[in-house]
Nanobody
Framework: QVQLVESGGGLVQPGGSLRLSCAVS????????MGWFRQAPGKEREFVAV????????YYADSVKGRFTISRDNAKNTVYLQMNSLKPEDTAVYYC?????????????????WGQGTQVTVSS
């Protein structure tokens, strides 16, 4: 059973920063591509960022490129999302997801396992 647990969400002012973490309980974590998605109220879940199993390949949504950074620590079975220069439109529930086929895609359908999500609210 693979479990993903996100943490690090909260309330932050515009222009501020947060770092999300996602701890994965899987011995095969090192073989998974890991993604972050987000869902705002009334909107569909959207891709944010993905990282390959080795960390060598990363992709970002255009809306977060240059502000967000995805990284991973395979020794700790953890993936991170550093979010800087946050904007009110970044407000959403953020989910991490694991892709056992390591395809590092942008579609939610390509991911096998999901966390419960963590709320990020950007507001003054």
């Amino acid at each position: 059973q693979v479990q993903l647990v996100e943490s690090g969400g909260g309330l932050v002012q515009p222009g501020g920063s947060l770092r999300l973490s996602c701890a994965v309980s899987a011995r095969t974590f090192i073989t998974y591509a890991m993604g972050w998605f987000r869902q705002a109220p009334g909107k569909e879940r959207e891709f944010v960022a993905v990282i390959s199993w080795s960390g060598a390949i990363t992709y970002y949504a255009d809306s977060v490129k240059g502000r967000f950074t995805i990284s991973r620590d395979n020794a700790k079975n953890t993936v991170y999302l550093q979010m800087n220069s946050l904007k009110p439109e970044d407000t959403a529930v953020y989910y991490c997801a694991a892709d056992s086929r390591n395809q590092y895609g942008r579609s939610a359908y390509g991911y096998d396992y999901w966390g419960q999500g963590t709320q990020v609210t950007v507001s003054s």
